[in-house]
């Protein structure tokens, strides 16, 4: 849900219909939207709110909740000196989030990291493959489940 | 094997070098492998490179080799022990890296910072962009041929390594920032070692500029070469003095200014030829604004304590610690379990040497970050490869990527 203090704000009134949920804490403005709205969600905010860069794209594992898989999304508006953050949660099994690739370039390294290092994999991409670790290996190590200790050479 | 012509998988080349014919014409192209140990690479770079006779038709970037898995280790350390795995992060840029992560975690806490240590921390962070800078001059023009920049630029560089250590103890590794102000205080003497730097440093910048500005050699390599539009830099991640080269004057030290970087004087310089001079000239004009920024931090360091008035945060005094039984709980409390950091997640920004580096921070309320992701410069960089140099000369390879400015660790992690 959207707090009520928020539904003035120009960013949030222009995702309104796909927001599942907004909050502004510590001075930063978060939208959460449901997976398959969120390429429409970053293309309005690319193209009619003016955030031209993408900052970056990564996971958090909130392991054993479910949906399992917190994507987030930092944008910057260099014109209007302003951040946002868009977020959108995945199931841990097969999880699957439309790339955004299309819209902003700069996600096609992103997406390889995440998919890489969270195994959230990004339909749609065109080079869907690990950028960090080697090409055979077993397992994402930023999941909460993935082993801290212990070598698995 | 058909998108990259060739090398749509850097991996499926074993060999070093590999002949593709094309469509039966009997016109061939080479694919050669740069790196990942080329000296010129920086760090262990990988780059496959299609030629065509000396003309790049396709260049595909391969990274990781770098990777350490310290976005995982910092779920697993408290936040003030992650302190010293920034440093490792940007090697070269090491206080700039402690400065966001200490801003994100003082966020999530609401630490006031007092003035004397935020003007410590813009003054040091300035000596970290000249000392990332005069590394990246000195290795630049090594490339592309000019050997004794290398000499001058790295004797300004031990004397800010010497500074570094006068103050932390460490000429690289330095974790001199901590959450809640700095490591410690003063060291006895170092307005004068301050002093004497910035007496000289512009009178050596000039030195730099007398062997590179006008030599028709540099010019000859470096102008009109690395060409890439604004346009597709803001739309691949690219930050930093690539953007400002290119005339968009971007800088988060006066778009969002933090640790009171507000209250100093100085320019944000922009070029607009876009090439690897432009941004050389660029970084050498940012030099001499860092100092007339350490130059005011020197004249004007207010007076007052080096750490935030947070007890269960900061250490106590030594001397309090040792005769006063509050002070001893506390500290041993902090050093023993850590402090536990409110529920919430924020994202900080600052200009490194290299560009927008960001730390996203999310915790879960207990004394370790529930997830740390760095947003490096260099990883966006990097990303804007391929664009930058396809279509460009083999010769031109070079220049082109060094005008970058990536540190390898900090596009791995």
Known sequence: MIPEALTANPTVAA?????????????ELTVETAPEDIVEALSRVKYDLNYERLTSVTGVDRFPEEPRFEVVYHLQSVAGKSRLRLKTRVSGTNPEVPTATLVYRSAEWYERETFDLFGINFSGHPDMRRIMMPDGWEGHPLRKDYPITGARY | ??????????????????LHEKNGSGHRTLVLNMGPQHPSTHGVLRLLLELDGETIVKAAPDIGYLH???????????????????????????????????LAAEKLLGLEIPEHAQWTRVMLAEFTRLNSHLVWLATHAIDIGAMSVFLYCFREREEILRIFEM????????????IGGLALPHPRGWQKRVKDFVDIFPSRVDEYENLLTNNRIWTGRTKGVGYISLEDMLDLGVTGPMLRA??????????????SYEKFDFEVPTRTENDVYARYLLRVEEMRQSHRIIKQALEGMPSGSHQADAPGIVLPDREKMKT??????????????????PEGEVYQAIESPRGEVGCYMVSDGTQKPYRVHWRGPSFGNLQSTSKLIEGTLIADVIAALGSMDFVLGDTDR
């Open chain 2, 1 to 18: 094997m058909s998108n990259y012509s060739g090398i749509s998988n850097p991996s499926d080349v074993h060999r070093d070098h590999d």
């Open chain 1, 15 to 27: 995702l309104a219909d796909l927001a599942t949920s907004a909050k502004f804490e510590f001075s």
């Open chain 2, 68 to 102: 350490t898995g310290i976005e995982k280790e910092f779920e697993v350390k408290t936040y003030q022990q992650g302190v010293t795995l920034t440093d490792r992060i940007d090697y070269l840029a090491p206080l700039s890296n402690n400065l966001v992560y200490c």
């Open chain 2, 324 to 341: 006063q039984m509050e002070s001893l709980i506390y500290h041993f409390k902090i050093v023993s379990e850590g402090f536990r950091v």
């Open chain 2, 246 to 259: 290119a005339g968009l004057k971007v800088d988060a030290r006066k778009d969002s200014p933090y640790s």
């Open chain 2, 167 to 178: 103050f932390s103890g460490q000429r690289m590794m330095t974790s001199y920032f901590r």
